[in-house]
């Protein structure tokens, strides 16, 4: 019988609501949709197999290693790299329009490219650092990502640029400008993921890997000014936030927006950093001379995604208006005037901040409650409890004191919660 969710064609065709053409187009365009959706559960299992041969083949090899001489440890070296090449190249010819065997075939490659490259390194004993392996690794990867259209690795080399940029920054102190150029030979393959697959996992994964390798190599680039890194990160969450509010990440769930995410999150657990006096202490020891401060990259770059932020949020201003804006967008201008003033006078810049991370919270709380939202609400109450329990680290209470104020924040959750579901039932 054909059947199409539940609902049997032959019935219908009995019952004449439909005829007999009709019902095979609508078996053929199921059929069509079937097959053009991924196997999710298939592509997992390839990759984890591809991943799991490819180490228990490393393992063996490895076990009997001292044994062979130079040309089998060669030969070994390079033997599941062409394993990987065959593999990809019958994916090519015969499974292109099969993504389990895409993803599966180009996995294993990727990783076989890597162990081979460090296999060579050792038996030849050629010198070089990690940072130059993995730059070559990501290269000879690359054109697997648009050859096959493999996503998975496409993952991993945003990982593998990521940690050579971090090497080269964090270890040796060298600008990973190599980088940059690298992350862009992936954003084809992003785009082509946005247009084809938008609300696909995939897609979100590419998003979340993305967002977090720019937010964690930013900080390779402090200098001599480092402290104008925080306006740098300030406003990087800032410009996050505002395309994590473009309509079409917007409408996604919470979770697959990584832009709105690091940035509300990371606005706020930095503005309740510089609620601490510590904190402020660190920044005044380190002497910025202002007349020679446009010498300094960190100045630049500062000012680049500050000035990125402002034009998003000007663009994005006719569209939602100037009625009522989240405290959280407009964080990267604040965080200017509270860091300038707070250089100069730490104690002002903890009250700034103490006000920013107190206007988020209520704003929060206001906006869920008008929305009849309790996720918002909450947002709101765990901004607030979160400054409360930094001041209760930062100030000199007694236990009991801060016993009372732990359950007049507890009492508060369960009170404004009870007051939104309530009101829900309305």
């Given amino acids: 019988m054909r059947k199409l969710k539940n609902i049997n064609l032959d019935e219908l065709i009995e019952a004449g609501i439909i005829n007999e053409t009709v019902a095979n187009k609508i078996v053929a365009y199921q059929a069509k949709q079937t097959a053009a959706q991924p196997n999710r559960l298939g592509i997992i299992l390839s990759v984890l197999g591809a991943a799991l041969v490819g180490l228990g083949i490393m393992l063996i090899v490895a076990h009997n290693w001292d044994n062979f001489n130079r040309p089998t ?10 394993i990987g090449q065959i593999a990809c190249a019958y994916t090519f010819f015969k499974r292109k329009d099969n993504a389990s065997w895409r993803e599966g075939s180009a996995t294993f490659l990727f990783f076989a490219v890597g162990a081979c490259l460090g296999m060579i390194s050792q038996i030849y004993n050629l010198d070089g650092e990690l940072g130059g392996f993995l730059l070559t690794w990501m290269i000879l990867m690359l054109p697997i990502v648009y050859v096959l259209k493999s996503s998975i690795v496409s993952i991993l080399y945003i990982g593998g640029i990521t940690w050579y940029a971090s090497n080269c ?10 980088y940059w150029g690298l992350l862009a030979t992936i954003i084809p393959h992003y785009y082509q993921l946005y247009q084809s697959k938008p609300n696909g996992n995939i897609f979100n994964y590419h998003s979340w890997a993305i967002a ?50 690091l940035g509300l999150f990371g606005t706020i657990g930095l503005f309740l950093a510089f609620t601490f006096f510590f904190f402020w202490e660190e920044i005044v020891q380190e002497k910025m001379y202002l007349t020679s401060i446009y010498l300094h990259q960190e100045f630049w ?3 680049l995604l500050t000035a990125l932020g402002l034009y998003l949020f000007v663009r994005q201003r006719p569209a939602e208006g100037f009625k009522l804006v989240s405290p959280v967008p407009l964080g990267f201008m604040f965080f200017l005037l509270v860091f300038l003033l ?19 919270g209520i704003f929060y709380i206001y906006r869920g409650n008008k929305l009849n939202q309790l ?17 209760f680290f930062d100030l000199e209470l007694s236990f009991v004191t801060r016993g009372i104020l732990f359950v007049l924040v507890g009492i508060g959750f369960f009170i404004a ?10």
């Fill in 169 to 178: 920054g964090y270890v040796n102190n060298h600008k990973p400008y190599l």
């Fill in 212 to 261: 977090l390798s720019v937010l964690f190599i930013l900080g390779t680039w402090a200098n001599e000014a480092i402290i104008l890194m925080w306006i740098a990160y300030v406003s990087l969450l800032g410009v996050y936030f505002l395309i994590g509010s473009l309509p079409f990440f917007s409408n996604k769930r919470s979770i697959n927006n990584p832009f709105l995410l």
């Fill in 301 to 303: 770059i500062a000012i």
């Fill in 417 to 426: 919660n009870y007051q939104l579901i309530q009101k829900r039932k309305l």
């Fill in 342 to 360: 707070g250089y100069n006078n730490p104690i002002i810049g903890m009250v700034l901040s103490n006000l920013f991370i107190l206007g988020v």
């Fill in 73 to 82: 440890k060669t030969f070994l070296a390079f033997l599941p790299m062409i």
């Fill in 375 to 391: 996720g918002i609400l909450n947002l709101g109450l765990l901004t607030l409890a979160a400054l409360i329990i930094c001041r």
